[in-house]
């Protein structure tokens, strides 16, 4: 639909309530992820899963339920049910806290529910970037053993002395993976890449497990054997629902977990595209919306 207003790692400041709302109050500190608005009554949303049900409503781009169209947080205001509100703690900076609510919780629940959450666990993180990044972070948080693995060989400085991984893998090299073969216990795959993923199954121990985070274009490849052998399991996990978002946040800055980021302002999205094409940023740009975008009556 046109125009499209993005935005969906929003948080900032309530400035105005409906006269139903109860939760929340002007002033409070918040933050608004993928999702606008969902049917609230099928069985994903009664189980607190908003981000399974059929009838999602997205932060920018989709109908809500009263026939308008959401748009997202490249503006001054938005509103949103407060269901899909989630409250920041005190500790957690607006600006290094609202990538959490995509990025954050998209890590945060294949985590949890596929048990790569345990402290003294072993997790691989494919790809260190936006998403990776915070995966290593959660890791750590929790008390894991955490290996990197990526294609370019320069980032294993950042991953070790930077982010605290315990050990990096450079996937090109065959040594280093078959020298790692059956040492984790599970993957946390961010890579959107079309990158071949058999190789990295047979980094795996018995029922391991591959949740895949990321978007190829082309479809997977993967010889059944390489998933009979060893019990191991291939999944996808979808960002989380409302409940679990403000748990993450939570955790998050009960540990300390925020992504690192590059505040913007608005006149400069267009060079902070052509930046992010060549992955020029660490890891997250972050537009300062409030101060810097200027409106029709300015």
Do not use: W
Not at 13 to 28: H, I, L, N, S
């Amino acid at each position: 639909m046109y125009p499209i207003v993005p935005g969906h790692e929003i948080a900032g400041v309530v400035t105005e309530v409906g006269k139903k709302v109860t939760k929340f109050k002007p002033g409070d500190r918040v933050g608004v992820g993928c999702m606008a608005n969902s049917c609230q009554s099928c069985a994903s949303c009664d189980e607190g899963f908003e981000n399974h049900c059929q009838s999602i409503i997205f932060t920018y781009n989709s109908v809500d339920r009263d026939g308008t169209v959401t748009y997202g947080g490249y503006s001054t205001s938005v509103v949103v049910h407060e269901r899909f509100i989630v409250q920041f703690p005190d500790t957690m900076p607006l600006d290094r806290g609202a990538p959490l609510l995509c990025a954050g919780i998209t890590v945060y629940t294949p985590m949890k529910y596929h048990g790569l959450n345990a402290p003294g666990k072993h997790v691989g993180v494919v790809g260190l970037g936006g998403l990776g990044h915070i995966a290593v972070k959660f890791a750590k948080a929790f008390g894991m053993k955490v290996t990197v693995i990526s294609s370019s060989p320069a980032k294993k400085e950042e991953a070790m002395e930077r982010l605290g991984a315990d050990a990096f893998i450079f996937s090109k090299n065959a040594n280093e993976m078959k020298a790692a073969a059956g040492t984790v216990d599970g993957i946390i795959n961010t890579v959107s890449a079309n990158i071949p993923v058999a190789p990295y199954m047979g980094l795996l121990k018995p029922n391991g497990k591959m949740i895949m985070i990321g978007l190829p274009e082309m479809p997977l490849e993967i010889p059944p054997f390489d998933l009979i052998t060893g019990s191991k399991t291939l999944a996808g996990s979808h960002i989380g629902g409302i409940g679990d978002t403000q748990e993450m946040i939570e955790v998050a800055a009960k540990h300390g977990v925020m992504a690192d980021v590059e505040v913007i302002g608005a006149e400069y999205v267009n060079e902070a595209m052509e930046r992010l094409a060549k992955a020029d940023v660490r890891y997250r740009f972050v537009i300062d919306i409030g101060n810097t975008l200027k409106t029709s009556s300015d």
